[in-house]
């Protein structure tokens, strides 16, 4: 059976495998379409992995996902500099952006506090949030980690360290579904939740 | 909401929606998901892709896929030279294959007969199919197309010609569920139409 399958097959039907919900059958349809396909479309998928891997870093001042050296919400001079969001990861910020209810900068925690995962503030980009508001005299801090509750707890946390500084702090709030994750919210109930955001 | 994303995160995500069946959703998850494994991971991915299109040919002799001159199957000593299985595609091969009813050698034709796609004779390895039982003195052809009606077409094109040269003509046949393709049958219904194969 081994030698009915050339060995470059059999090792990209592997490597398909390890991607996420991935088994046997998907891994072989799309190993064999691959191979059917034009060398240019399936040269340029292997590029375009090779150049996430290789030019994406994060934004040094907000942790944005960036191929650029500082991202470019960050040098958008048309953003409010005064209005700081933090989420959890750099994929929370394109959902945000796209319900249009933000044009403040973004900061990006790295994850949320988790006692029984071990991690604690000093694994999250928690000093450098500290320091970009002290620095740039932010005026008002949106906190839009998740709803569950490792994202209220989170929340929580940065509003005891940022409310003695004199800013403002924020929670998104109505419409985001109790329990569920800010990774699988639609736009309209961003935009909601953003727009209905209460002190904390 | 376009710098919110690096461009060459976005390319990924474009590039493997031209997947079968992954849209926009599944093809963003599996961005974020080879942006955070191991870059190891990623870019054996990408090598595998580049592999597949830079090794895999047709075998010369059969017309399997191969990274070798010619393929494992035809270069397998142990193997029936007298009995030869006719498939439609390479992909056919490995079901057969895992069968474990079937010790001869193969051959891929290409594709089936379809008038209405513009398919004949001159299109599939046909030529070259006549010519190897010729030049090997084939005593079986074993046709293993769909039970579909191009693949019977096709079958029955075979066995007028292959019959005038004195070969046993055989199509594979209990099991195989009728109007069904040969790439979706399990390797027990495929290993009973081989064994109850007939003469045509």
């Known amino acids: 059976v081994a030698s009915a399958q050339p060995e470059s097959l059999s090792r990209l039907i592997e490597r398909l495998m390890k991607l996420p919900s991935v088994g046997q059958k998907t891994a072989t349809r799309l190993a064999y379409y691959l191979l059917r396909a034009s060398r240019e479309e399936a040269l340029d998928l292997a590029q375009a992995i090779v150049d ?107 509003q005891r360290l940022l409310k003695p500084q004199g800013v403002r702090v924020t929670r998104i709030a109505a419409g985001l579904p109790v329990g569920s994750d800010l990774e699988y919210a639609d736009e309209l109930t961003l935009g909601r939740a953003l727009a209905g955001r209460r002190d904390m």
């Open 52 to 158: 996430v891997r290789e030019r994406i870093h994060a934004c040094p001042e907000c942790g944005n996902l960036t191929d650029l050296e500082t991202c470019g919400l960050c040098t958008d001079e048309a953003r409010d500099r005064k209005l700081l969001c933090v989420v959890e990861e750099a994929a929370n910020i394109l959902p945000v952006e796209r319900s249009r209810e933000f044009r403040g900068l973004y900061h990006v925690l790295g994850g949320v506090l988790s006692p029984l995962r071990g991690v604690s503030a000093d694994d999250l980009r928690i000093p450098q949030l500290l320091e970009r508001v002290r620095r740039e005299g932010v005026q008002e801090v949106v906190i839009a980690t998740s709803s569950n509750v490792e994202g209220e707890a989170t929340a929580h946390y940065l």
